[in-house]
Structures are given as structure tokens and as C-alpha cells.
């Protein structure tokens, strides 16, 4: 059995990320939660020439820089320059433009004086105060300059990254492909949420959760259904599964019962087993297998069929692993920080315990609250509206309320 960090490196270490140009294509800007492929330049400038950041008058700063409130400095007005218009006059000693927010800077000035610091009278204007030098003045190219990297390989689009490429006018982009990834559910007893239920079945949830899951990690999941516990028709699920898909989630068969056939399967269809257990509590009964491949390995991940403990395993193992072979860059690692317990966490000290429950920033404090309704891994019903997970280390069996705790942050 496998440490956490152990179980951790071997499966990120064999995790071979996508590549360019065999694994891209192109997409519009409508196609949000993608991976960047190659690198974006641009041939315009940020801001694209100087313009004003405030409503106010363009001035030479040589005329205004004795300017007050008891001797104002009074300047003509010779032109009005609101947004989208081109100015038509150059800006001289004694004149003053009207401008507007975004407007281009006419020649000859150098400085706005925003409107709250001035008074008109007709086509004259009255300055009140120094202003700096430059003020409110943003210089072309003075945010990115045309022909350097605008955004690097390997970044999620999100709307702040899609906005900068239709400025840019950047209207379709080379990304990863969508990672493939087949889910699939093992044992007599699973039914789907539409039949009704008989003494002793039980609903797969498994299937739809980690659908969810994946497609919010912006990877495609084929939702293989459900699998008896029959060894022939689990092998071949299983092997259309990985001829079909890059990655393979399937949940229940990999304890040691006498209907668990995951692994005799996964070594007949000459599968390597990296990993069989790990020293976790929930989620022990963790199987990661590689099948070889012509551009990289399939990556093989049999979770426990406990809804819980299958959704942990996830958070934990399968999630970074699908977000490094999108071809994410940075970020891609589990993401722990340091809170605060509310309550007393409890461990089982031999094997590191994963609670599961809410983090909350209180006055500049992470905060964990444990879920409640009784902290078992056969209570499905509290993991709702989880958006962390309290590790407690090997060695420990209790955290006392106040006291700082490692949390790992997953969901939205």
C-alpha cells in the first residue's frame, strides 16, 4: 500500500500531456475553458495610441504648471475630441481641447486635467490646480507592445483571457483537443436513476458525478454505463474503453471480493498496475494502471465504488491528472492551503483522512466547517455543497478546534 505522496508521484509522473501540433485544432472565441496550443502575439499595440483616461481637458502641462485656485490659468478651447474621433488640430501654447474617457490625445498635448479641477466659461477654460505631468494619459503600447508574446502556450481560456483575444482581434485560436475520458460503473446491484429500485439495488450516482466533474475540468466524458459483475462483459468494456478514450474512470471491483475483477482484467489485456492501495481513508482501494499506446499511455483508474470515496479519490488524484494531460501548464497540482478548524477534526491516525466539508474566508481567515449528519463515507447526502477537504496526516487522530489544518480546495 502506497503513501499518499507516493501514490501522488507515481501517477503524475506518468502522465503524458497532450502536444502540438498532433493534438490541437482550432477553435472561435465562443469556446471557453480550453487550453492555449501555441503561443498569441498581436500586431496592435495596448492601448493602441495615447488617449485619455478621464473626462477633462488636453493641455499642454508647460501652461498649467502655475495653475491654482486663487490664479487660475486660462486656456481657449479649440476642439472637441470625444471618443472614436480623430483629432483634427494640434494643441498650442494658450489652447486646451475638450476630451472624453478613451478619446485620443491630440498633437501637442501631454496631460488631461480632469473636468473637477476646471470651470468653463463659453470657449474658455479655466484651470485650477497643477496637475502631474502626464496625467491621465495612457501611452500607446504602454500595456503590451505589438509583436511580444501576448498569451503563453498552455493557459486556460476564461472570459478574461477570451476578452484580451477579441481585442487583439484574434478571432479563432489553436487549443488542446478535449481529453477523452470513458466512465464506468461495475456491479449487480447498480440501477439508473430512472428504474425504480428493489430490496438491496442501489442507484449508480457515480456515473453522473464524475461526468460532472469532468466535463467542468473541460475534458469529454463517454458514459460507458453500467457493467455486471460479469468478468466477460467487464473485459470488454473495459478494452473498448481504452482503445476509444485517453483516460478510464471506473468505480467498484477493485477491493478483494470474489466479484472484483478489475485488476485479473487489467493484466489480461496487458495493462501495467502502478498502483493497487493507498494509505488513505476514504479511498484505499485505488487501482492506476497504464496501457501503452502509440502517441502516449491510456491512463487507468479503478476508484472505489462508495460514492464518497470515489469522488475523494477524484478530488485527490484523477482531477490534476486529467488537468495536466489537457496540457495546463501551471496550476495543474493540487491546491492545499492552510485553515483554520472550527471543530474538532478526528483521523484514523495509520492512514491520512480526508473529511470532507465548507471553507470560508472570515476577517482575512480561511475557515473549516466539517459537514454534517455524521462524517462517514457512506453518507452521500452531506457531500452536497462541499468545496474542501480537511487533510489529516498520517500519525494524527485529532486536530482541536482552533488549531490550523492543511485543506484541499476542490468544486467551483
Keep these: 500500500m502506497l503513501s499518499v505522496r507516493d501514490a501522488q508521484t507515481t501517477i503524475f509522473n506518468l502522465v503524458q500531456p497532450l502536444q502540438h501540433p498532433q493534438d490541437t485544432e482550432i477553435v472561435d472565441l465562443s469556446s471557453v475553458n ?31 504648471q502655475q495653475a491654482s485656485s486663487e ?5 481657449e478651447i479649440v476642439e472637441e475630441i470625444p471618443a472614436g474621433y ?16 478613451g478619446a485620443v490625445m491630440p498633437k501637442g498635448a501631454d496631460t ?56 487583439a482581434q484574434c478571432p479563432q485560436v489553436s487549443v488542446y483537443r478535449k481529453p477523452k475520458v470513458a466512465i464506468l460503473s461495475t456491479g449487480n446491484e447498480l440501477v439508473m436513476p430512472t428504474q425504480p429500485l428493489k430490496p438491496g439495488q442501489i442507484v449508480d450516482s457515480n456515473q453522473y458525478a464524475l461526468a460532472a466533474l469532468v466535463r467542468q475540468m473541460g475534458a469529454e466524458p463517454l458514459m460507458m454505463g453500467i457493467i455486471a459483475d460479469d468478468k466477460e462483459a467487464l473485459q470488454q468494456a473495459i478494452a473498448h474503453s481504452i482503445t476509444n478514450a485517453d483516460i ?30 493507498v494509505a488513505m481513508k476514504p479511498g484505499k482501494p485505488l487501482t492506476f494502471a497504464t496501457f501503452d499506446h502509440s502517441q502516449r499511455p491510456v491512463l487507468y483508474f479503478g476508484l472505489p465504488g462508495n460514492p464518497v470515496s470515489a469522488l475523494v479519490t477524484f478530488w485527490r488524484f484523477v482531477q490534476p491528472a486529467i488537468a495536466k494531460f489537457s496540457g495546463l501548464v501551471d496550476g495543474w497540482q493540487p491546491q492545499f492551503i492552510n485553515g483554520m478548524a472550527t471543530q474538532e477534526l478526528r483521523g484514523v491516525g495509520k492512514r491520512e483522512t480526508y473529511l470532507w466539508g465548507k471553507l470560508n474566508l472570515v476577517d482575512g ?20 455543497q462541499t468545496n474542501a477537504l480537511a487533510v ?21
Design 112 to 167: 488631461v486635467v480632469m473636468q473637477e479641477e476646471t470651470r468653463r466659461e463659453n470657449n474658455q477654460v479655466a484651470i485650477l490646480c497643477v496637475p502631474k505631468p502626464q496625467e491621465f494619459v495612457r501611452h500607446q503600447a504602454s500595456y503590451y507592445q505589438a509583436g511580444n508574446q501576448l498569451l503563453p502556450a498552455g493557459i486556460r481560456l476564461n472570459a478574461p483571457e477570451i476578452a484580451v483575444l477579441a481585442a
Design 34 to 64: 480550453r487550453i492555449l496550443a501555441i503561443p498569441i502575439t498581436s500586431q496592435l499595440d495596448f492601448p493602441h495610441w495615447d488617449n485619455s483616461a478621464m473626462d477633462g481637458y488636453a493641455v499642454r502641462y508647460a501652461d498649467v
Design 365 to 384: 481567515v480561511y475557515k473549516f466547517q466539517l459537514a454534517g449528519g455524521g462524517h462517514s463515507s457512506g453518507n452521500l447526502i452531506n457531500l452536497a
Design 86 to 101: 480623430q483629432p483634427q488640430l494640434t494643441i498650442q501654447s494658450g489652447q486646451a481641447a475638450r476630451i472624453f474617457t
Design 392 to 412: 489529516i496526516p498520517v500519525g494524527e487522530k485529532l486536530i482541536t478546534a482552533g488549531n490550523s489544518v492543511k485543506v484541499l480546495k476542490v468544486g467551483n
Design 248 to 277: 478510464v474512470l471506473s468505480s467498484g471491483g477493485v477491493s478483494v471480493g470474489e466479484y472484483d475483477y478489475v485488476e485479473q482484467i487489467i493484466t489480461s489485456l496487458k495493462g501495467t498496475i502502478h498502483i493497487r492501495a
Design 71 to 75: 490664479q487660475p490659468t486660462i486656456l
